[in-house]
């Protein structure tokens, strides 16, 4: 349980979900060293009901938007669960933003910006965005959006 | 040639293929620093053949699971063959996990545990289980899994 | 900018396209540590256009291949004008080549080769060359190969 980013997610009037447990053999976050790394995260609802949906076909992109911004607060849920107290994260390195798309839709990079500018709320415009992909393919569940990303924690 | 890992293999009576050679211009995996890198790695059998096939369609999860083991055997040939003597392996880190699917399978974790079970199987259930995605696309040879991972070694 | 890569770059007759602008909320590249990692690029030509197209359908692999070397001189192109001349490239570590092709498309290492040949020839058959993995999804305003990489920096 990390205090001081769920303060800071408080400060910001975000309301987490809550927190995914691992469907499979992986665990939610791993930190080695300096990075903290945090498995492909999909979009949870409050109710814990998942956003699902191929976007390009039965969602446009503002939905997919929306779906990738929820991803960020599953993400956050995540780490305040699961970041002990004494990590802080310093920055956002990476991101992997994968898009439930059909094989024709093109605008990946404006669906999981809905994940990157919540990132930049949270932490900041030079600390909260880091280098990132974003892609389509075919996702666990029918999630609209899966993001897996990692941090730098402060020393 | 790691002999600490083949006798560790060795013990759990596991019967490993031959490592792959690179089919393009890559390393089969790389060391920096304490972490080691594997390359996407697909299933190959004992006789060289490769498993192939598309989730969802001409193969079921329960097969998927079957190829996904099988990258992870393949994933030791690497790491027996190429990873030399004075290295060891402290734990895995991250695993992307690629499934060769129909763009409505839903079950790409169910899939990858095949490979991740039996990481924890060799590097045991603290060390052997780190961060993971596990999403469907297409991919080379049309082989039905293909995985990505990287390590972190002892000093 | 950076002089020594740009003058490696021209020394070796290869023209460079503009460097991309991020077309979301993400940077070019990111330092951290010894480690610099680069966004996922498309392949710019050097009036800005985009190359696009699906490869195992409107483009065959050969040409997917040209696309995956023009993704290489995107991303020397980015590395040249976002790099700082105090750092210095050391070795290529880790490549992502993801290619826009139809679902049964098998090729995905030969186009992918395009790049890695690339790099082996800037930075030397031996740091030019890391761990990768070459598969088919679908991609941001149907570019035919989008690749992210990671390097390591010379101390």
């Not at 769920?6 to 979900?17: D, F, N, S, T």
């Not at 990738?68 to 995540?78: D, E, F, I, Y």
């Not at 093109?106 to 990132?119: A, K, Q, R, T, W």
């Amino acid at each position: 349980m990390n205090i001081v980013l769920e303060k800071r997610v408080e400060a910001l009037g975000l309301i987490l979900p809550p927190a995914p447990k691992p469907m499979g053999v992986y665990r939610p976050l791993l930190i080695v060293g300096e990075y903290l790394y945090v498995s492909g995260q999909g979009p949870i609802l409050n109710n814990r009901d998942l956003i699902t949906g191929k976007v390009g076909q039965t969602m446009d992109k503002d939905q997919g938007k929306k779906a990738a911004r929820q991803v960020g607060l599953t993400m956050l849920s995540t780490l305040v669960t699961h970041m002990e107290s004494q990590h802080k994260i310093k920055r956002l390195v990476k991101v992997l933003g994968m898009v439930n798309s059909t094989p024709d839709f093109e605008e990946h990079p404006y669906v999981i910006n809905g994940f990157s500018e919540l990132m930049a709320e949270v932490f900041g415009e030079d600390n909260g965005i880091g280098v990132r992909s974003a892609v389509g393919m075919s996702l666990p569940h029918n999630v609209a959006v899966e993001i897996e990303a990692h941090f730098l924690l402060e020393e």
